[in-house]
């Protein structure tokens, strides 16, 4: 790996030891000790120093960053850039705020990390638990309003055959009036039908009950005939019914 830039006149060696050298002095920028030490010597007051401060930035890319053990350094190296933090640091007091508090990050750092990671598993896994919940309540529902219209005799439609049924209904007026003209005309021969049916089975009734009284005259007139017939033949038929052919 090499430091961010080249010039004529390095050679790879060089090139190596730069960039091992900057590695190196960006981490300790992470010790404000060290920082108090430089703003004592009036380092920060060099334009040329302030320079390669702005020059160390390329530290905050991936490819470099990955190689710090430190990554405090970049924090500070941030603050560097300004000219009050710069004036603040040479303050011994403002020195020891600011080592007590890198102190308490770095115990406390690894437990904040972890309950940070355990809060965003949980929020994940009830976030994926409700998830199924909804997805099992969706049959459930649908089942429910299946079984509602049907106990209140309604039919169900596909979401693709509503849709098809409201577009036809609308591109379609004419057909939509004769639609329900046919369901009007439908409900009156609904109502018609049991009409129909009463005077249906009274007509059968009254045939019946003619057929019935044609039978019984034709079956009294039988009985008459045959009476006569055996009063004829028994000589006990009046004179006036008796009727002599002479050939």
């Known amino acids: 790996m090499y430091g961010k830039g080249k010039t004529a006149i390095e050679s790879e060696e060089q090139q190596k030891r730069r ?4 590695l190196e002095f960006v981490q300790c920028l992470s010790n404000p000790n060290y920082l108090n030490f430089l703003a004592q010597r009036g380092y920060f ?8 401060l702005k020059y160390l930035q390329y530290w905050k890319e991936p490819d470099y960053a990955k190689y710090l053990m430190y990554p405090m350094c970049l924090y500070f ?6 000219e009050h933090f710069r004036r603040e640091i040479v303050n011994n007091q403002c020195c020891k705020f600011i080592d007590d508090q890198a102190i308490l990050q770095w115990q406390h750092y690894t437990r ?4 940070l990671i355990n809060s965003v598993q949980e929020n994940a896994a009830a976030a994926a638990v409700a998830q199924q919940q909804q997805q099992q309540q969706q049959p459930n529902q649908q089942q429910q309003q299946q079984q509602q219209q049907q106990s209140n005799g309604g039919s169900i439609m596909a979401p693709n055959e509503a849709s098809t049924v409201t577009g036809t209904e609308a591109a379609n007026p004419q057909q939509q009036a004769n639609l329900q003209n046919g369901d009007s005309s439908c409900s009156t021969q609904a109502s018609q039908q049991p009409q129909q049916q009463q ?3 009274q007509q059968l ?4 009950s003619t057929q019935a009284q044609t039978q019984g005259s034709t079956v009294s007139q039988q009985q008459q ?3 006569q017939q055996q009063q004829q033949i028994n000589g006990l ?8 052919e002479l050939n």
């Open 19 to 22: 960039w091992q050298i900057e």
């Open 199 to 201: 005077q249906q089975q």
């Open 45 to 52: 007051k060099d334009p040329s120093f302030i320079n390669y």
């Open 225 to 227: 005939t045959q009476q």
């Open 77 to 82: 190296l941030d603050l560097l850039q300004y």
């Open 112 to 115: 904040k990390r972890i309950k």
């Open 205 to 208: 009734t009254q045939r019946e």
């Open 237 to 244: 038929a009046p004179s006036g019914t008796i009727k002599l």
